[in-house]
């Protein structure tokens, strides 16, 4: 549990990293912190949201999900409290990005390269899991 943790926290200081650089260049350098921890967010959600298109395509059958059923709140409070548990202390974060800092430029590239992986490997799956859902007539199951 603690390696997941740890990757997690890896992911959110590249993610962070990278939304810094950009930001400096584009000279926009304010609301770092959250800029990345919406991008970790949507990260979240539209993974949750693969694996409901997943569900859907495999039993053939909707959930119907809108914010009037109380089912969709608890994932987006699970994401938040895990925001709110991770990064909501300064200084617990300031030691990890002391310490993923440390870490030797090469396995940094190398991880920055893996979390571009992971980024794009949710995007295409949640496009390719809507991709899906296009393909079956749901007249069938109505």
Same mark, same amino acid.
């Given at each position: 549990?603690? +390696?997941?943790?740890? #990757? #997690?926290?890896?992911?959110?200081?590249?993610?962070?990293?990278?939304?810094?650089? *950009?930001? $400096?260049?584009?000279?926009? +350098?304010? !609301? *770092? $912190? &959250? =800029? /990345?921890?919406?991008t970790v967010? /949507? &990260? $979240?959600?539209?993974?949750? !949201?693969?694996?409901?298109? #997943?569900? *859907?395509?495999?039993?053939?059958?909707?959930?119907?999900?809108?914010?009037?059923?109380? %089912? @969709? #709140? @608890?994932?987006?409070?699970? @994401?938040? %409290?895990?925001k709110?548990?991770? &990064?909501?202390?300064? $200084?617990?974060w &300031? !030691?990890?990005?002391?310490?993923?800092d440390?870490?030797?430029? /090469?396995?940094? =590239?190398?991880?920055?390269w893996?979390?571009?992986?992971? /980024?794009?490997? @949710?995007? %295409?799956?949640?496009?390719?899991?809507?991709? !899906?859902?296009?393909?079956?007539?749901?007249?069938?199951y109505?």
């Amino acid at each position: 549990m603690k +390696k997941i943790k740890k #990757y #997690y926290h890896y992911f959110y200081y590249r993610i962070y990293r990278f939304i810094e650089y *950009t930001s $400096e260049q584009m000279g926009g +350098k304010f !609301l *770092t $912190e &959250f =800029k /990345a921890g919406i991008t970790v967010m /949507a &990260f $979240e959600i539209w993974s949750l !949201l693969s694996i409901y298109n #997943y569900y *859907t395509i495999i039993t053939k059958q909707n959930l119907h999900l809108s914010f009037k059923n109380p %089912l @969709i #709140y @608890i994932p987006f409070i699970v @994401i938040i %409290l895990l925001k709110w548990q991770n &990064f909501s202390s300064k $200084e617990q974060w &300031f !030691l990890y990005h002391q310490q993923f800092d440390a870490l030797p430029k /090469a396995v940094n =590239k190398k991880g920055g390269w893996i979390v571009l992986g992971i /980024a794009v490997f @949710i995007i %295409l799956n949640l496009v390719f899991s809507f991709y !899906l859902m296009m393909q079956i007539d749901w007249s069938k199951y109505r």
